[in-house]
């Protein structure tokens, strides 16, 4: 195996860790209270999600968007061995990442001062590496 090969290889491996384990860890978590209770001020002011709210209770819509986090964080480990899989978990995980980066442009108050310098919740930035995985792994599984 030619180098870039193996190294390709290792780079695809450590991406689908990067991606799954976050997907598993948080959507075990959205099963939570406090984490059902943190992240209602990003979905029910989004505009493809705030609906939700009208139909189930805080925790079920956690529980919804956790139930999907781990199903795409299986599919994505799945692409291992079954390309089919991991096009629609790298689709899912596309549209996940793209979710909650608008998040940014959709919550209330996210953006702040401190210092003259502009912040916001900085767990949402990392979403954008997280993204780009999610769009090579989609691509990659799509091709044959």
Known sequence: MYPSKLLEKVAYFIGIAGLAIPLLWIGVFKFAP???????????????MGWLYSFFSDQMVSNII???????????????????VGMYAGIGSTVIFLSTISFLFTTPGVWRSVDGVPVTDFFIIKDIALLSLSVWVWGRCSSN
């Open 34 to 48: 406090t984490e059902a209770a943190a992240i209602k001020p990003h979905v029910e002011n989004h505009f493809a």
């Open 66 to 84: 956790g139930s999907i986090e781990i199903l795409v964080g299986i599919g994505l480990v799945l692409s291992i061995w079954i390309r089919k």
